[in-house]
């Protein structure tokens, strides 16, 4: 037996976020000299041309961008704040570690767990980041608009650094599927759904939630 938990609309954003993402890294990336110099080139060659690879960046940048502040929109609209953070989650979250390291119960939890709830505020400010920076770097291409050296260097480095944050934030938010309990959440991300017995041993808070409304 499953239950449903993210909708067509959630899997949607989630997976045009991630995927606008890695585009906007590959492509960003390229821009700098290391195509040719790492023999990418060689089967790529296009790689190598700037004014190839930033149309693509800026086009990957739209998606994202939109898909981002879509997401905040439609959650703040329709009130649905589950995946913010709340106070304690950060003890929370480690209780829930040390838990599932040395199997003992876990504390009961809602929708998300306090985990889930950290890393994406920690995904919406890294993304912020990049959003804004890179709304900044493009000013430099319209008409009229001119900026001091120095406010591109600094913009160059801050949108450099949001891209490593990206990069980090992914390698973490996969290693959480090294403890098999979170390896059960997988399948919603795909078809919705969640085993039933899950949602009731990990979830608990969330099932009185269901049965309530």
Not at 14 to 43: D, E, N
Not at 56 to 73: D, E, I, K, Q, R
Not at 193 to 201: F, K, L, M, R, T
Request: hydrophobic content about 55%; aromatic content about 14%.
């Amino acid at each position: 037996m499953r239950v449903f938990r993210q909708s067509l609309r959630n899997r949607l954003v989630h997976w045009g976020i991630a995927l606008s993402c890695f585009g906007l890294i590959v492509t960003g990336i390229l821009q700098m000299p290391v195509a040719k110099r790492y023999g990418i080139t060689a089967v790529f060659p296009s790689t190598a041309d700037f004014f190839i690879t930033l149309p693509w960046h800026y086009a990957f940048a739209v998606v994202f961008t939109f898909l981002c502040v879509f997401h905040l929109a439609v959650h703040a609209l329709e009130g649905d704040f589950d995946i913010v953070p709340q106070k304690g989650d950060f003890s929370k979250s480690i209780t829930i570690i040390k838990a599932l390291l040395t199997g003992q119960e876990e504390p009961p939890s809602g929708k998300y767990l306090p985990e889930q709830r950290l890393a994406w505020a920690a995904f919406v400010a890294v993304f912020a980041l990049v959003i804004v920076t890179g709304l900044l770097k493009t000013l430099k291409n319209l008409a009229g608009i001119e900026l001091a050296d120095p406010a591109l260097f600094w913009l160059a480095q801050l949108h450099n650094l949001g891209m490593v944050l990206t990069i980090l934030l992914f390698f973490g938010h996969m290693a959480a599927f090294v403890f098999k309990a979170n390896r059960f959440l997988i399948p919603a991300m795909f078809s919705g759904y969640v085993d039933a017995d899950y949602a009731s041993h990990r979830h608990s808070l969330w099932k009185i939630e269901r049965s309530e409304n």
